[in-house]
């Protein structure tokens, strides 16, 4: 489908039902070409909501370009936001050339520092990160998830405070709990991957995004709006990406 178009009515959608933004998390996979053209493209769209942004690359981004992209906006890859009681942990699960995450090692003592730090400071802790750390119904995707999630989970569980992990990836609402951490897939503002098909299949449903509402409590409310009242022209019959 025509990205663009997906991008500039997710974007309409969010100024039409969020009136304060805090920040806006974009979980990778923002440039399919990885060319500072298409990043300078997204920055000025995203700018539009006037608020912070936190970037992390997906499989298809390259870290150079986007960093190239954000020289004048070097707090876009800030990898920790603190929010009231709330901290935002930011994490970069790319292996660059190929579709599958990993947590490098530098990127798990990372974590785990923060969420020292965090609990230290008694906030509550949201990590965000591209590929999928748990599975999902679509059995494709399974291959191009994270390879090591017991290494992720091994630090998350020593955590109380942890209450959410975000990822993109999957393109679909997506929404479970492990442990008492809900894990949030959001769809995309392009194609959306279907949900149940054990083979690479694309969904009908439109373009759209996570909100998420943080509570000083440590309750977290969260919900997916998409776009409505537009078909867009989709190619369907594509059989990979």
Known sequence: ????????????????????????????????????????????????????????????????????????????????????????????????????????????????????????????????????PVPVNAEWLQNHSLQNTQDFFDIIDEYQNIKAVLFGHIHQDFKISRKKVLMLGSPSTSIQFHPEHDYFSLDRENPGYRWLSLHGDGTLGTGVRRVVGKKYKLDVSSKGY
Request: aromatic share 6%.
């Open 1 to 132: 489908m025509n990205c663009q178009e997906g991008l500039e009515d997710v974007i309409e959608l969010v100024k039409e039902h969020e009136e304060e933004i805090d920040c806006v998390l974009c979980t990778g996979d923002i440039a399919q070409d990885a060319s500072l053209n298409a990043y300078n493209r997204f920055a000025a769209h995203i700018s539009e909501l006037e608020t912070k942004q936190l970037w992390i690359p997906g499989n298809h981004d390259i870290i150079a370009s986007m960093e190239q992209a954000l020289s004048n906006k070097k707090d876009a890859l800030e990898k920790t936001l603190r929010l009231g009681n709330w901290a935002i942990i930011m994490l970069n699960s790319c292996v660059e050339g190929h579709i599958y995450g990993m947590l490098s090692e530098q990127e798990l003592e990372f974590l785990k520092a923060e969420l020292e730090v965090m609990r230290y400071e008694d906030r509550h802790v949201l990590i965000a990160i591209h590929h999928n």
